[in-house]
T-cell receptor, first 116, second 111 residues
Framework: EAGVTQFPSHSVIEKGQTVTLRCDPI?????LYWYRRVMGKEIKFLLH????????ESGMPNNRFLAERTGGTYSTLKVQPAELEDSGVYFC??????????????FGSGTRLTVV | SQQGEEDPQALSIQEGENATMNCSYK?????LQWYRQNSGRGLVHLIL?????REKHSGRLRVTLDTSKKSSSLLITASRAADTASYFC???????????FGKGNQVVVIP
């Protein structure tokens, strides 16, 4: 099966600009998650979709971040306006169940975002 | 909030040796998972151990879990150069689907 696909793989933008990250989960996976790793820190949960609904968005840092999953397929994460502290690697993951089975979660390769 | 914390954070070993990493966490968990990240790649799920399990094996991997000490260890036996990567532990908690990750261990296996 195809894995979780994220693009772009890298993005360099100026402070104040807008960036949209995209994640295509494994087909049939209802659960989609966004995580991010800011330089030197641990990977942090951002939010969880079940199909098109936001199940848990408690990790979203502020209202400059907007995630959508129209139709319950791919998801986008928009940062507007971007700030320097948003730089990091944004990971997407999907799972068919709740990620607590032997397969865990399947992660994408991540999008490395650099805000200058 | 729960958090996985690996120790040590950097490990350099010779090919063929065993590598051991530890992880501690702070709250009660439902499961603990280990992931590997090769440079520039995504996180790859290695193994999951449930809170009622004490030890689990998968190929050259051996994971232990001590819930009384809130700690886990990952052992990679007979390491290979291809095992060079960052290793993360992540805890899952009953009632939510978030994983809490630690900062990761960088393992370098020297051929």
């Amino acid at each position: 099966e195809a894995g979780v696909t994220q693009f772009p793989s890298h993005s360099v933008i100026e402070k104040g600009q807008t960036v949209t990250l995209r994640c295509d989960p494994i087909s049939g996976h209802d659960n989609l998650y966004w995580y991010r790793r800011v330089m030197g820190k641990e990977i942090k949960f951002l939010l969880h979709f079940v199909k098109e609904s936001k199940q848990d968005e408690s990790g979203m840092p502020n209202n400059r971040f907007l995630a959508e999953r129209t139709g319950g397929t791919y998801s986008t994460l928009k940062v507007q306006p971007a700030e320097l502290e948003d730089s990091g690697v944004y990971f997407c993951a999907s799972s068919q169940d709740l990620g607590t089975g032997v397969r865990g979660y399947t992660f994408g390769s991540g999008t490395r975002l650099t805000v200058v | 909030s729960q958090q996985g914390e690996e120790d040590p954070q950097a490990l350099s070993i010779q090919e063929g040796e065993n590598a051991t990493m530890n992880c501690s966490y702070k709250t009660s968990i439902n499961n603990l998972q280990w992931y590997r990240q090769n440079s520039g790649r995504g996180l790859v799920h290695l193994i999951l151990i449930r809170s009622n399990e004490r030890e689990k094996h998968s190929g050259r991997l051996r994971v232990t879990l001590d819930t009384s000490k809130k700690s886990s260890s990952l052992l990679i036996t007979a390491s290979r150069a291809a095992d060079t990567a960052s290793y993360f532990c992540a805890t899952g908690r009953r009632g939510n689907n978030r994983l809490a990750f630690g900062k990761g261990n960088q393992v370098v296996v020297i051929p």
